[in-house]
């Protein structure tokens, strides 16, 4: 019995993910997108926004699936093509160089525009804030000026 429930189980997995599969790319980002979204919304209802209380709140088994989706998610991604300007920030201490950053989004957009801004993925909007701000101030500035 316990056998044909996990042989079930297996046709019923395979049949979602053949229909996944045949979902468009853009579709798809929607989709886990919006799970994904909608699984942190609830847990900051629940919690608050503070990263230790909701860490502590999930249980560590849900946590690892949580992440796994959200990893699923990233790795599945498929960014659609836009035709405008995009603004890339990128931290001076990531281990990616921010040239082969940028030859990542010159697939995706026309015209790319590189600012290193300093520290780390973590530190550039934290510990650097201000020199971060600054630097957001004044590509919003020179958007709204071009505009």
């Known amino acids: 019995m316990n056998g044909a429930r996990e042989g079930a189980a297996w046709s019923e997995t395979r049949r979602l993910l053949k229909r996944w599969e045949e979902v468009p790319p ?5 989709r886990l997108l919006a799970k994904v979204g909608r699984q942190a919304a609830r847990l900051v209802r629940r919690n608050g926004s503070d ?8 249980p560590a088994d849900r946590r690892e699936a949580m992440r796994d989706a959200f990893m699923r998610a990233a790795e ?36 790319v525009d590189l600012h ?15 020199e971060f701000g600054a ?13």
């Open 116 to 130: 290193v801004v300093p520290g780390d993925h973590l530190t550039y909007s934290t510990r650097h804030m201000a």
């Open 51 to 58: 990263t230790a209380t909701i860490a502590r709140a999930v």
């Open 76 to 111: 599945e991604y498929v960014p659609l093509p836009y035709p405008g300007r995009v603004t890339l920030f990128w931290p001076e201490h990531d281990p990616a160089s921010p040239e082969a950053a940028m030859e990542g989004w010159k697939q995706v957009a026309d015209d």
């Open 26 to 30: 853009g579709e798809r980002n929607r």
């Open 135 to 147: 630097r957001l101030r004044d590509c919003l500035r020179a958007t709204q000026r071009d505009a």
